[in-house]
Every structure is written in structure tokens, then in C-alpha cells.
């Protein structure tokens, strides 16, 4: 078993433990726990429609030492947590106490520059490696790196993803405001 696989269930199940150690000790509130419920259900329309069609969408490159679909649950925290990470890139970089509590364009810039980042790089980190998308005509490859293809849907995923999450956090922060 290669290390990656290791890394991957662990980071997968670091994301829910981390944020129920951090809302427990009084370190993130309710309202990260919903925006963290949110990053998991958009999330997971990607990472269970890749459990679904299966071989016919990509291939696994190593074994998976627990059954598949924990495949899909642990990466669907992963998406949760990179939905997070974007978001605290917003706190860092705009230092506002307020953030995505309204519709603002430079919030939406740095969590969509975040998700197309952070998507090539782990394409470039585990496909080929861990997992490999079958070229397709509706998944083609757009860029060949040292060999490898990258597919272009999960790049497009990643492009939409951070404005559905975005819109979607902005109205679950803005409700709970509300009860305040």
C-alpha cells in the first residue's frame, strides 16, 4: 500500500473529527458546522456520481483497503474541508469579521481561484498516481503533463463548485445572522 492511500483516508477522517474536536472546545460555532454540512452536500454530488459510474468514469491505480464507497464518503470530507480552507482564505486575506455574510465579488474571486487551484494541483498529485480518469468525449483531456492526461470534467467541477458552495454560504450565514 503506497503512502498516498494512507495520507488520503487520513486526511478524510481528520476533516469531521477536527471539526467536531473544534466546535466541542469552543473554537468554531454552529454556523461552521452548517457551512461544513453544506461544503459536504456539494461535495458529494460529485464524489457519489463518481461512485456510481465507476470504472466507466476513472480507475483506481492502487488498492483501496476498505470497501469502495468509503472512497467517495472520505473524499467527500475532503471536498468539505478545501471548501473550508477557502473560506478562511477570505477571513486571512480580507480581515473582516463579517466575511460572506453578503454577496461580494472578491470573496467569490479568492474561493473560486482556491478551488481551480488546489483542484490541479491534487490532479497532478494523485492522478496517474492513485486514480485515472478515462478519456472520454464528453471528458476529455485538456493538458498532458509528463505523460499523464488530465481530464478536463473534474477541472470544470472545480470551477463551479466554489460559486455554488459561495452563494450557498453567504444564505447559510446570512440566516443564521438572522437568529441571532
Not at 487520513?10 to 472546545?25: N, R, W
Not at 464524489?47 to 459510474?53: A, G, H, M, R, W
Not at 497532478?124 to 503533463?145: D, F, H, K, L, R
Request: hydrophobic share 50%.
Amino acid at each position: 500500500m503506497i503512502w498516498q492511500v494512507w495520507a488520503d483516508i487520513a486526511i478524510g477522517l481528520a476533516v469531521p473529527l477536527a471539526s467536531a474536536l473544534l466546535y466541542f472546545t469552543g473554537h468554531i460555532k454552529r454556523k461552521h458546522l452548517w457551512l461544513m454540512v453544506w461544503g459536504f452536500a456539494v461535495g458529494s454530488t460529485w464524489e457519489f456520481t463518481n461512485y456510481f459510474l465507476g470504472e466507466t468514469y476513472h480507475t483506481l491505480k492502487v488498492e483501496w483497503p476498505l470497501p469502495i464507497i468509503t472512497l467517495n464518503i472520505l473524499h467527500t470530507f475532503w471536498d468539505t474541508g478545501l471548501f473550508i480552507i477557502g473560506y478562511w482564505l477570505c477571513l486571512l486575506i480580507l480581515k473582516t469579521p463579517n466575511c460572506c455574510t453578503r454577496f461580494r465579488w472578491i470573496e467569490l474571486a479568492i474561493m473560486w481561484l482556491w478551488g481551480v487551484g488546489q483542484e490541479f494541483v491534487v490532479e497532478i498529485m494523485g492522478n496517474g498516481v492513485i486514480w485515472e480518469y478515462t478519456a472520454q468525449s464528453w471528458n476529455p483531456v485538456w493538458i498532458t503533463i509528463g505523460g499523464q492526461g488530465y481530464t478536463l470534467v473534474p477541472q470544470l467541477i472545480w470551477a463551479v463548485a466554489p460559486v455554488i458552495y459561495y452563494l450557498g454560504f453567504v444564505r447559510i450565514n446570512r440566516k443564521r445572522i438572522a437568529y441571532r
